[in-house]
Every structure is written in C-alpha cells, then in structure tokens.
C-alpha cells in the first residue's frame, strides 16, 4: 500500500538514526508546504510532491489530504507505569491540603496503595487498564511508549503485570515495550527489616528476573535508586544481573535526593537514567560523557508540586542527549500527554521548542534503542506520525492546553 498525504502546512522533524545532543537538538529540519508519501509501513519520500520519483508516483494508491495540518513524528512516551490498577486520587487531594509524597507513602499510602490494587486485579483486568491508556496516548500522538511493570513485587505480581503489557501490545494502537522494575520498591511483606530488603533484593536477582528473562517478556531492566529504597549497590546489582540474563538496564536516577545514581547508570551502560530532579554537576558531566539517555519527567515536579525540575539547560548545554517522558503512573505524574510535558519542558525547565520536540521523539526512540527504526519523519523509518491542527509545529507548545492532534499514524495505518 503506498499513502501520499498532501496539504500539510508544515512537516517538522529531527533527522538522525541516533540520539543527538547539545546544539544538534535544536536542529530541526522543517519542510513547507511538502508531501510525505509511505510505502508498505514506512517513509518513502519526504519533500516537495513534484520531486517524487515516477515509480514511486504511479504506485500510489492512496491520497490522503491533510487540510493544512502540520506533521511531526510520533511521539515517543520512553518511561510510563502503565500497568497499574486503581487511581489514588484521595492521596492526590491529601497532597493538595498539604500532606507531602514522602509522608503519604509512609502512612501505607504511595507505591504500596498500588502495588495492593494491582495484587488483586486480574491480568485481564490489567490489559483492559493498559489499552484504555494507551488509546489516550494515541490521542495525544503517541505512538511507542515504554511500560515497567513495578507494582507486583513478587514473581508472579510482575509477570502478571509484564504478561499484561505483552498482551496488551497485539491490540494496542501504541507499540509497547516493556521494562521489568521488579525493584520499584520493596513489598509490603519484605520491609520491615534489613534482612527482609536484603531478601527481595535476592528474589529480584535470582527470582524474578530469570524468570521474566526465560518468558522473553522484558527487554528492559531498571531500579528505582533512592535514599530508603535502593542503595547504589542493590541498583548496581540488580542492573549487572539484569544484563547478565540480556536485560538492558535503565535507572531511576537522583529524583528525591542526590545519591550519585546518574554517575553510576552511566558507569553501568544504561540506556536510560531517568527523573534526575536532584542531580549533581558530576552526574551531569557524567552522562554528558556517556550515551546513557538523560530522561527528564516534568510532569512529575509539576503534579507534586515541586519546584525543583531537572537541570535540562545545563544537561543539554552539557552535551547529554536528553529526552522527555510523562512517568504516566497513578501517584506522580497522571497524564498520557507528551504535549502536556512538552510544554512543562519550555515553559518550566526551559528548553526551546525545537529540543522539546526533538527530546519527545528521536532522542526517546534512542533511550529504548529503536533510533535507527522510529523517532523522526526520515526515509526508511517506520510511518509513525502525528497530524496536528496547526499552521506550524511551534503550536505545539504555544497553543496549550488543548489537544491539537487529529490523526495518528503508526507503521504506516492511522490509528487515530
Ligand atoms: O516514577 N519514582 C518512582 N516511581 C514512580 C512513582 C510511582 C508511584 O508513586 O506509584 C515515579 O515517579
Ligand atoms: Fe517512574
């Protein structure tokens, strides 16, 4: 099948098969008044329609118009709990009054309120959870999100949770990909002492990931490192273990406190060091330094109402190649909206406009290592775009608050 959508105002991209850093990130290429045409799934030619190879031309088969719509790429969501059941709306109003995340979570609030409604649901239930999200992404553009499991916290929480998102993935309009966050935190039955943590931290290394490992059903491992949950050394370990077993590592990294987890994910090769709110200048010349993606989740500070956000000036300014994610989970960030955290990106942490898009789509296919694959309107690539009800692609963010994509398409098919 060959599509050619014409009568688009703009199209606007990054190019790269890679992650890109530092000034490259503003480096958009942005084409008026041009066609896109895609063949069989992918990107066949982008450019002015009067240049289309003839071949190409005669195959077409389809001719879509865009009414002026701008283009860019999907959107790619590279850190989201999607798995999860339950809302905790209450403690979202408690927070509001003034009680903090810390003191809710201590309270038997927090992760653990969802790790219980999660223990219960069904892994069907689960799939229903997940697909309703993840056809709000799709409004919003998204067209690959990451998925971690993280609220199971036993073998067969996890599984059920990763089981979840596989099955899930044959019908949902986002590509899934998932990441086992067996260390999220520790379960309600093993934290009481330190000889309980030491003893999960034992059933995620020599449990839960060979076993999540055999059913090929993460490609990701990561570990929430932080003052009262895990030390550098268990992240450091589950992440060795992980990758020993051929799960690629990501971290959270120096989101509360600064415990030096964004030096550490670099030294340890993730693909990811994710949050990073609290992170050091050495953290920060370290993954400058490194190809370990800096995934900055301002939604995040924005719904605990924080005023800390991640460095991204000086990260970018740096040279780390930085993304941007909206953490959709129940107690910390409730949004499927990267418009949403791109806006946060320039008006909060002020990144411009074109590094926001650039961090939104090709630099978050980089950070799940699918760069060379999606991430940008390139030939080759995957079809995956978003149409958008804008004379140009810096509406995204200047139009706020409203949802201007009318029509996403992933692999070539609209799925919007
Ligand atoms: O990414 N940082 C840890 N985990 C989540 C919060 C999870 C929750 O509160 O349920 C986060 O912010
Ligand atoms: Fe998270």
């Known amino acids: ?84 059941a339950g809302y905790r709306e209450t403690e979202f109003n408690r927070r509001l009054q003034g009680e903090t995340y810390e003191q809710i979570a201590a309270s038997g609030g ?54 979840a998102i596989r099955d899930a993935n044959e019908q949902s309009p986002v590509r899934l990909i998932a990441t086992c966050l067996a260390a999220h935190d520790f379960p309600p039955e093993g934290r009481s002492s330190a000889t309980a943590r030491r003893g999960y931290v034992s059933t995620v290394i020599g449990e839960i990931l060979p076993a999540v490992a055999e059913e090929k059903l993460a490609i990701f491992c990561d570990v929430f490192v932080e003052r009262g949950v895990f030390t550098n050394e268990e992240g450091d370990a589950v992440l060795r273990a ?25 030294s340890l090769g993730c693909a990811s060091a994710d949050h990073l709110m609290q992170i050091s ?7 400058a330094a490194s190809n370990t993606v800096a995934n900055l989740l301002p939604a995040t500070s924005f719904f605990l109402m924080s005023d800390r956000y991640a460095p991204a000036r000086q990260l970018i300014d740096a040279g780390a190649i930085v993304s941007l994610s909206t953490d959709c989970n129940p107690g ?43 991430g940008s309107i390139e030939l080759g690539k995957r079809g995956d775009l978003v149409l958008l009800d804008a004379p140009n692609y810096l509406h995204l963010v200047y139009h706020f608050g409203v949802n201007l994509v009318t029509r996403t398409m992933r692999d070539g098919q609209w799925v919007l």
């Open 110 to 163: 927090g992760i653990a309120s969802s790790v219980h409604a999660t223990r219960r649901a069904s892994e069907q239930e689960l799939v229903d959870n997940i697909l309703v999200r993840a056809r709000t992404m799709a409004r919003y553009g998204t067209t690959t999100a990451e998925a971690k499991s993280g609220y199971g916290l036993s073998v067969e929480g996890e599984m059920k949770q990763l089981r």
């Open 281 to 287: 200048d050495a953290g920060i010349a370290a993954l």
């Open 242 to 266: 992980g990758a020993a077993l051929g799960l690629i590592p990501r971290m959270h990294a120096d989101e509360l406190s600064d415990t030096a987890g964004a030096a550490l994910a670099a």
């Open 332 to 374: 910390t960030s409730m949004t499927e909206s990267m418009p949403m955290v791109m806006q946060l990106a320039t008006l909060q942490m002020k990144m411009t406009v074109e590094e926001s898009l650039t961090a939104a789509t090709l630099n978050g296919a980089a950070s799940l290592q699918i760069a060379h694959e999606t």
């Open 1 to 84: 099948m060959t599509l050619l959508i014409r009568n688009l105002s703009q199209i606007a991209t990054p190019l790269g098969r890679g992650g890109v850093r530092g000034r490259a990130m503003r480096a958009l290429a942005v084409y008026d008044n041009a066609v896109i045409v895609v063949r069989d799934g992918r990107f066949a030619f982008v450019g002015r329609e009067s240049e289309i190879d003839p071949d190409l031309r005669s195959s077409i088969d389809v001719d879509f118009d865009a009414r002026g719509a701008t283009a860019v790429p999907g959107f790619i969501d590279s850190h989201t709990h999607l798995p999860f």
